[in-house]
């Protein structure tokens, strides 16, 4: 064999050990649906790269970048690698992105209901999710987000910043781009603590809120946002607060 075969098979070696590698690491899962409530079918997956959604499977691993929707009366639950849980309620429709280092992550709530027991998950990077009105950053807590026409955020343990859309990474929109590059431009400045809002709807979301344990905050499309303290008889009767708490006991 000559110097140029050489060559060329030693090239070959090499781009593919890093073709290999880089399909290894982006195959590689961050989790797994632990839990499916409803037939299979009732709960699509998407995987990055792929054309058609699959029915969801018990213990099938689940990656970056994954869309899960969810039919009437059904329920799905993703364990985490890291120890965290996210579960997501019928009706519902959630593409999870997890953080990658020196960036917040991008997770998307489309719709639907969602609960998330993060819980030291997250401890040295945010873990952030949008909604069609708002985006939610947290660094482990345990909190529920119902997203529809407006999106409400429930915190029962930790704390939750929620910012408007032009605060989000991965930005749909080039004007929502915009908004974030000149946000990014302004002062660093703390993130204030719990304040109490004037009335119903009064003030427009145009910094980070924060959220704290036993309290609740609601985002209309419009930007205006209205915080109140956590009515625990009313939630205490809401059947998918009851679900979650005795699964997160089973944890």
């Given at each position: 064999m000559n110097k140029k075969n050489i060559t060329i098979v030693v090239l070959i070696v090499i781009f593919t050990s890093m073709f290999l590698g880089f399909s290894q690491?982006?195959?590689?899962?961050?989790?797994?649906i632990n839990f499916i409530l409803g037939d299979k079918q009732d709960i699509r997956v998407h995987h990055p790269g792929f054309r058609n959604w699959l029915g969801a499977r018990l213990y099938s691993p689940v990656y970056d970048g994954d869309r899960l929707k969810t039919l009437s009366e059904s329920r799905c639950e993703i364990k985490m690698n890291q120890?965290?849980?996210?579960?997501?309620?019928?009706?519902?429709?959630?593409t999870l992105k997890p953080a990658a280092p020196g960036r917040k992550s991008s997770s998307v709530l489309r719709k639907g209901r969602l609960w998330a027991s993060i819980k030291g998950l997250f401890n040295r990077r945010r873990f952030q999710i949008r909604t069609p009105?708002?985006?939610?950053?947290?660094?482990?807590?345990?909190?529920?987000?119902?997203?529809?026409?407006?999106?409400?955020?429930?915190?029962y343990d930790g704390s939750?910043?929620?910012?408007?859309?032009?605060?989000?990474?991965?930005?749909?929109?080039?004007?929502?781009?915009?908004?974030?590059?000149?946000?990014l431009?302004?002062?660093?400045?703390q993130v204030p603590g719990p304040t109490q809002v004037p009335g119903p709807?009064?003030?427009?979301?145009?910094?980070?809120?924060?959220?704290?344990?036993?309290?609740?905050?609601?985002?209309?499309?419009?930007?205006?946002?209205?915080?109140?303290k956590i009515n625990n008889n009313v939630d205490a009767e809401d059947e998918w607060v009851k679900w979650n708490k005795s699964r997160d006991r089973v944890e």
């Amino acid at each position: 064999m000559n110097k140029k075969n050489i060559t060329i098979v030693v090239l070959i070696v090499i781009f593919t050990s890093m073709f290999l590698g880089f399909s290894q690491t982006r195959n590689k899962s961050i989790g797994r649906i632990n839990f499916i409530l409803g037939d299979k079918q009732d709960i699509r997956v998407h995987h990055p790269g792929f054309r058609n959604w699959l029915g969801a499977r018990l213990y099938s691993p689940v990656y970056d970048g994954d869309r899960l929707k969810t039919l009437s009366e059904s329920r799905c639950e993703i364990k985490m690698n890291q120890k965290g849980v996210i579960r997501i309620g019928e009706n519902a429709d959630f593409t999870l992105k997890p953080a990658a280092p020196g960036r917040k992550s991008s997770s998307v709530l489309r719709k639907g209901r969602l609960w998330a027991s993060i819980k030291g998950l997250f401890n040295r990077r945010r873990f952030q999710i949008r909604t069609p009105t708002a985006v939610c950053s947290v660094r482990g807590t345990i909190y529920r987000i119902d997203a529809d026409s407006s999106t409400k955020v429930l915190v029962y343990d930790g704390s939750v910043d929620v910012g408007p859309l032009s605060f989000a990474d991965d930005d749909s929109t080039k004007q929502q781009h915009q908004q974030q590059q000149q946000s990014l431009l302004r002062k660093p400045t703390q993130v204030p603590g719990p304040t109490q809002v004037p009335g119903p709807f009064e003030v427009s979301l145009e910094d980070w809120v924060r959220i704290v344990a036993g309290q609740q905050i609601e985002v209309r499309a419009d930007g205006k946002y209205y915080k109140s303290k956590i009515n625990n008889n009313v939630d205490a009767e809401d059947e998918w607060v009851k679900w979650n708490k005795s699964r997160d006991r089973v944890e």
